[in-house]
């Protein structure tokens, strides 16, 4: 077997995509140094460049792809409303694919957008707790960016691409903290999908918190959810179904969506128990629905459509792989208050 621009790129110590720019002659350019190892590497193992490959690398068409788990879902529809604009002010068209949060699907999306030669591939979701979900998903971002193509992820994917990111521990934290402050210490949350990393982020800020104040979190006062309506109403239901140890009820919940936190009260509603006399209720996202309930939702604001519009920056901009991280604000309204025994 002859020798594969992933060994120049492993000799060189760069990404494979900057070696694939570096040889390819792709419009996105690398650092003179950076391109001169690279050059210098593959004259000593006698690489010889891939032609259409280079074709390729110098023929993209004026696209963005935007890969969202749920197009439905408020927060993924103010990412791709930041991620668009940025495209479109770039001269760019963006191209939106709807993965329904499944990593199969998502994997299909990739391919497609490297089949229509897209200038850049963002990645609007969260990344995959499965290794092997990820490592396929890798791989095919990996045949596409050695053909020039530039990806940027909202929230981590991975070492070798641009990231935006939320701060979503601390963000989950400061929130905990703030309940906290007001006098609560029986806590419940309604987790997301094990299969998506962000709910675990999200999920560690918060015992961080109650570790710091030395408050419990029962194994049972977790829940996963599908982050959706339902998903929390489903969750809402399980916990006041099922006391905590010692016949406690949680005080405060905290969905790690906002989405899930209009479920879960909408189940309170339902069953006659006040918010937030005898239950406060926090999400996360801030998506425009939380302040427009008859009871704003108390959350953690995100910049969503900062977001999605760093991403394309990014994803048009340098080839070296950066990391930028958002600040979120936690806000409190008429979902929380101090708990009343």
Known sequence: MGVTLGDVARAAGVSLATASRALNGSARTVRPELAERVRAC??????????????LARSTTATVGVLLHDIADPYFAALARGACDAAVAAGLLPLVVNTDGDPATELRGVRLLHSQRVRAVILAGSGWTDPTAAARLDAALAEYRATGGSVAAVTDHGPGYHTVRPANRSGAAELTRALLALGHREFAVIGGP?????????????????????VALPEQAVLNAEFSREGGRRAMAELLDGPLPGGARPTAVLALSDVCGVGALAELRARGVRVPEQVSVAGFDDIPLAEDLSRPLSTVRLPLARLGAEAVRLALGPAEPRTVELPVEVVLRGTTGPPRR
Do not use: F, H, M, T
Request: proline share 9%; charged share 20%; net charge negative.
């Open 194 to 214: 094990a299969r998506l990393l962000v709910p675990g982020e999200r999920l560690a800020g918060v015992r961080d918190a109650l570790a710091e104040a030395g």
């Open 42 to 55: 593959a004259a000593d193992l006698g690489y010889l460049p891939n032609a259409p490959a280079q074709a």
